[in-house]
């Protein structure tokens, strides 16, 4: 971002009569310099839910099960079981993201829609931001978390970063469970969109205290850009990262306003030397911590109306799925919105699954008709 007038140091004479000794001056900064500590606390709480999810999934457990499945192909095999044992991979086919499945996933507090309006789950709007679907998710999201996260905290401190990071998560899995009403979704990609949306709102609402800011917004434009951009590829819930963004956009200007150059430079200023003084923040600055106010409080209170209300949003909006989602000759976007589901129907051991994605169909033997989990795996394999 624009490097802030006198960031780097400003002198000040010292008091007396108002003459400091040549050569002599103190140096202030501009704002506080915060130790981050609360980002790199939350890289590694992900890390760890990760490897517990890892441990609960059991993979080659279900793989057992579903080799006693008559039907099943050798393409349901866990991925690195022999080098790790109970925290390899699901198959590929189920997850290309190297990780757990979505039984798993749902059991260790994915978002899906049916358990926040109809269980009464809405605990999972929090928990979702702390999972991850593999390695490569993980990976991607840990990077970009560092990248942003650290310099944010280091400039307004844990308590700002912290609460931007948690609302925008939970914004963005709020326009998910509206806008993905058939999938589960997981990641901190809404959090991360939201520190995005908030660098951008800071930049705009401290637009006097910047140098170079012309140059700084249009970088910061363009990295925006780019990261919705992929969004648009299947398997990819651009809705959280959208409603993550607003969330972080508009709680910007509020939590991340600063006091304009002037105020701060006739604050820490010698009184021989004080100018007038000056408005803390600008008129500006202040009408848009109102009207984001507003829209934030009103926009979480509207889409949590909807979302209990039970209004299926994709069908009153015909063309919003093309925000997650644009099919090409390349990729086919049915399958990221469908979810996986399947229908059965079974005669003592004999299980009959279609997938409602794809009306795919195959018919297993089980050794245990009861064996939930073994069938959703079937399912999951079947619609991959």
């Given at each position: 971002?624009?490097?802030?007038?006198?960031?780097?140091?400003?002198?000040?004479?010292?008091?007396?009569?108002?003459?400091?000794?040549?050569?002599?001056?103190?140096?202030?900064?501009?704002?506080?310099?915060?130790?981050?500590?609360l980002?790199?606390?939350?890289?590694?709480?992900?890390?760890?839910?990760f490897?517990?999810?890892?441990?609960?999934?059991?993979?080659?457990?279900?793989?057992?099960?579903?080799?006693?499945?008559?039907?099943?192909?050798?393409?349901?095999?866990?991925?690195?079981?022999?080098e790790?044992?109970?925290?390899?991979f699901?198959?590929?086919?189920?997850?290309?993201?190297?990780?757990?499945?979505?039984?798993?996933?749902?059991?260790?507090?994915?978002?899906?829609?049916?358990?926040?309006?109809?269980?009464?789950?809405?605990?999972?709007?929090?928990?979702?931001?702390?999972?991850?679907?593999?390695?490569?998710?993980?990976?991607?999201?840990?990077?970009?978390?560092?990248?942003?996260?650290?310099r944010?905290?280091?400039?307004?401190?844990?308590?700002?970063?912290?609460?931007?990071?948690?609302?925008?998560?939970?914004?963005?899995?709020?326009?998910?469970?509206?806008?993905?009403?058939?999938?589960?979704?997981?990641?901190?990609?809404?959090?991360?969109?939201?520190?995005?949306?908030?660098?951008?709102?800071?930049?705009?609402?401290?637009?006097?205290?910047y140098?170079?800011?012309?140059?700084?917004?249009?970088?910061?434009?363009?990295?925006?850009?780019?990261?919705?951009?992929?969004?648009?590829?299947?398997?990819?819930?651009?809705?959280?990262?959208?409603?993550?963004?607003?969330?972080?956009?508009?709680?910007?200007?509020?939590?991340?306003?600063?006091?304009?150059?002037?105020?701060?430079?006739?604050?820490?200023?010698?009184?021989?030397?004080?100018?007038?003084?000056?408005?803390?923040?600008?008129?500006?600055?202040?009408?848009?911590?109102?009207?984001a106010?507003?829209?934030?409080?009103?926009?979480?209170?509207?889409?949590?109306?909807?979302?209990?209300?039970?209004?299926?949003?994709?069908?009153?909006?015909?063309?919003?799925?093309?925000?997650?989602?644009?099919?090409?000759?390349?990729?086919?976007?049915?399958?990221?919105?469908?979810?996986?589901?399947?229908?059965?129907?079974?005669?003592?051991?004999?299980?009959?699954?279609?997938?409602?994605?794809?009306?795919?169909?195959?018919?297993?033997?089980?050794?245990?008709?009861?064996?939930?989990?073994?069938?959703?795996q079937?399912?999951?394999?079947?619609?991959?």
């Amino acid at each position: 971002m624009g490097k802030r007038k006198g960031e780097d140091a400003l002198p000040l004479h010292r008091k007396g009569d108002g003459v400091a000794p040549r050569g002599r001056s103190v140096e202030f900064r501009l704002f506080k310099r915060w130790f981050p500590w609360l980002v790199p606390l939350f890289v590694v709480a992900d890390v760890v839910l990760f490897v517990l999810t890892m441990y609960v999934n059991n993979c080659p457990k279900n793989e057992s099960g579903l080799a006693k499945v008559e039907g099943v192909t050798s393409s349901s095999r866990c991925i690195l079981r022999s080098e790790l044992g109970r925290f390899s991979f699901q198959p590929i086919r189920q997850n290309p993201l190297l990780g757990p499945s979505s039984a798993t996933l749902l059991k260790m507090g994915a978002l899906a829609l049916s358990n926040v309006v109809s269980g009464g789950q809405s605990w999972r709007m929090f928990t979702c931001i702390w999972l991850h679907g593999g390695v490569v998710h993980i990976f991607a999201n840990m990077f970009s978390l560092i990248l942003i996260g650290i310099r944010l905290e280091q400039e307004f401190g844990f308590v700002k970063i912290g609460m931007l990071y948690v609302i925008s998560g939970i914004g963005g899995s709020l326009l998910s469970a509206l806008f993905m009403q058939d999938s589960i979704s997981v990641g901190a990609s809404g959090a991360l969109f939201g520190l995005l949306g908030s660098m951008l709102s800071e930049l705009l609402t401290n637009w006097t205290i910047y140098e170079n800011k012309l140059a700084a917004l249009f970088t910061l434009v363009i990295i925006i850009v780019i990261n919705l951009a992929v969004g648009i590829l299947p398997h990819v819930d651009n809705s959280a990262h959208i409603g993550g963004f607003i969330s972080g956009f508009l709680l910007g200007f509020i939590i991340l306003i600063r006091p304009q150059f002037g105020y701060i430079n006739n604050k820490n200023a010698p009184l021989v030397y004080q100018a007038p003084t000056k408005r803390k923040y600008k008129i500006y600055q202040l009408i848009l911590l109102i009207i984001a106010s507003i829209l934030l409080a009103l926009g979480f209170v509207v889409g949590l109306l909807v979302l209990f209300s039970g209004m299926n949003v994709s069908q009153k909006c015909s063309w919003c799925h093309y925000l997650s989602c644009i099919p090409t000759s390349k990729w086919s976007c049915s399958s990221s919105r469908s979810g996986t589901s399947c229908l059965s129907s079974q005669l003592g051991n004999q299980l009959n699954l279609t997938c409602e994605a794809t009306n795919k169909m195959h018919t297993y033997n089980l050794q245990s008709p009861n064996a939930t989990d073994t069938i959703y795996q079937l399912c999951v394999d079947l619609c991959s």
